[in-house]
């Protein structure tokens, strides 16, 4: 079950919780379907070998995959592999659940998140290779100020 925050839980949370980036994420993974004109569905499914994946969004039609990610500021070394594992997840979705392709998209919630994904790395000449778009849709300033904070709590 998926838990709700309001601002003024925040400061309730425990240091490593990351429930204010999951909120926010909903936030993006909405204002992204509202930027294409889509309707986005649950990403839980299980595969025809039984394999469980959950994406963070899924159109059917059209076929569109979406991994959402609410970070500020600029990646560390880690974060930059979750990134790119998130890619592989919407590479092997679409070729086991779209073999007749469907869009992908890694969408972030920041200029500076996203620039490594953009820029001239590796990762993003693979990201262009794959056919992975990576788009920044902006969330409300309140909500971004809380994940900055819930990003400084979590810092160790």
């Not at 778009?133 to 979590?154: F, G, S």
């Amino acid at each position: 079950m998926s838990r709700q925050f309001g601002l003024t839980e925040l400061s309730q949370l425990a240091p490593g919780d990351s429930g204010v980036q999951r909120a926010a994420e909903t936030v993006l993974l909405a204002a992204l379907a509202v930027e294409l004109g889509l309707t986005f569905g649950p990403g839980r499914r299980v595969m025809p070998d039984g394999t469980r994946v959950e994406l963070d969004a899924i159109s059917e039609e059209p076929p569109v995959l979406v991994e959402a990610w609410s970070h500020q500021g600029p990646p560390k070394s880690a974060q930059k592999h979750k990134v790119m594992t998130d890619a592989l997840k919407l590479v092997w979705a679409e070729a086991v659940l779209f073999p007749d392709g469907a869009q992908k998209i890694l969408a972030l919630a920041d200029e500076e998140a996203a620039a490594h994904f953009r820029g001239a790395s590796w990762m993003s000449a693979a990201l262009v290779h794959l056919g992975i778009e990576v788009k920044v849709v902006m969330l409300p300033d309140d909500v971004r100020q809380a994940v900055r904070r819930a990003q400084e709590r979590q810092f160790r």
